[in-house]
């Protein structure tokens, strides 16, 4: 038997294994629940090196950074457009505008209208870095980015948790670690692109083929949200803020619609009420609160001390000494140094847990069942939906 990735499924989808298998038979491909996984196209090939397996942050229990230092901070850009663009204070646009003026490329992550998916990118100017101002709550397709690396040159890298802990393993393996910046950022979850697809499907009736999404637009409502984690890491239902930043702002050539979480918006509904997360997500994640293989994790600031500022404070943490030295010789951002225990306030501490609709909304979704938004927003408001329903579609399809 090959020893390879074949028998890895509903893995965390980093994509670094099809990175650096030498033979180019892996690729990485949504699965039937809608999320990245490997697929390997000609195993008679494998020549069974193994190295797909040792980059693998799912394989592995352990996190690949074993040596480190927390320091943290609430930052703002300098530059007040800036912090009117991001989805907080700014913090990760700055470091990567600083670091192309020092040599460094950027691996990001942009979203793609045209394949209507995130995908990671170089940028190699602060004018291609502005691609990847923002968050992005959909899984990134990391293949063509990865592949894009020169290891011999130096690049800040950004991804999720999981995508950054399967990098460094690589770099570690290449011997080329002192060469890269590591950002990640605290994560709830990646919600199944099928839920994503189903959202636009939705929308491009009224508004025509959509050209741009921006998941985190303050503009008008401010940065914070009626409906914020509690301060113990679980959802609550307490209002903290009137305001509301998880306002999704799609475009058309010419028209837009905005809609927002507090509001009852369907894609932020099914996301952040963790009716369509992944099972890695659920099951495997090892990279909660304080938990993390990156230099450097970025953020919100949430909690009670900027409770009041409506502009964006970025939790900035560094987690190696070189995280430090980068985040401490930034000139063009507000640095406030704090405790750990107030920078990631209101940051998740476990785990998502599936809703209890879970497997109905999956369902759904992996038959490309066609329901209204007037007919979803009904079912995920229906908490005691009787579980049969979905043994009656079952028959209905047969």
Not at 43 to 66: F, I, R, T, W
Not at 96 to 114: D, F, P, Q, S
Not at 391 to 397: D, P, T
Request: glycine letters at 8%; a positive charge.
């Amino acid at each position: 038997m090959n020893k390879n990735i074949s028998n890895i499924h509903d893995c965390y989808g980093c994509g670094v294994c099809a990175t650096v298998c030498a033979k180019q038979i892996i690729s990485i491909e949504l699965n039937g629940d809608g999320f990245y996984e490997p697929r390997i196209s000609d195993e008679s090939k494998c020549s069974s090196c193994g190295l797909c397996l040792e980059v693998c942050a799912y394989y592995h229990d352990d996190l690949s950074l074993k040596d480190r230092c927390i320091k943290s901070y609430g930052a703002w850009s300098k530059d007040e457009a800036v912090r009117r663009k991001c989805s907080s204070g700014g913090g990760g646009f700055e470091l990567g505008r600083i670091l192309i003026g020092e040599g460094y490329k950027v691996c990001g992550v942009r979203y793609n209208a045209e394949a209507n998916r995130a995908e990671h990118y170089i940028a190699t100017t602060v004018e291609e870095l502005i691609q990847s101002i923002g968050s992005k709550y959909i899984q990134s397709y990391t293949v063509d980015g990865f592949k894009a690396i020169d290891r011999k040159q130096k690049y800040l890298v950004t991804g999720t948790p999981c995508q950054i802990d399967s990098f460094r393993r690589m770099i570690r393996k290449f011997k080329c670690e002192d060469n890269f910046v590591l950002l990640d950022f605290f994560c709830h979850s990646v919600p199944s692109m099928l839920a994503w697809r189903a959202y636009i499907k939705m929308l491009e009736p009224k508004i025509g083929k959509v050209t741009y999404a921006s998941w985190r637009n303050k503009f008008e409502y401010g940065w914070h949200d009626s409906w914020l984690m509690g301060m113990d890491g679980e959802k609550t239902s307490s209002p903290i803020n009137w305001h509301d930043s998880y306002n999704m702002l799609i475009r058309e050539k010419k028209t837009f619609i905005q809609s927002r979480w507090s509001k009852g918006d369907w894609f932020y509904r099914m996301f952040l009420g963790d009716y369509c997360s992944g099972k890695h997500c659920q099951e495997r994640c090892k990279y909660k609160y304080d938990k993390s293989s990156a230099d450097i994790r970025i953020g919100d600031l949430w909690g009670k001390t900027y409770a009041k500022d409506e502009k964006g404070v970025s939790a900035l943490i560094a987690f190696t000494q070189k995280g430090k030295e980068i985040i401490e010789g930034m000139q063009n951002i507000t640095l406030v140094e704090h405790p750990f225990e107030i920078v990631a306030e209101g940051q998740m501490k476990t785990n998502v847990i599936a809703n209890r609709q879970y497997k109905l909304v999956m369902f759904l979704l992996r038959h490309n069942i066609n329901l209204s938004c007037r007919m979803w927003n009904i079912l995920l408001y229906s908490e005691n939906l009787p579980f049969r329903i979905i043994g009656r579609l079952k028959r209905m399809m047969r």
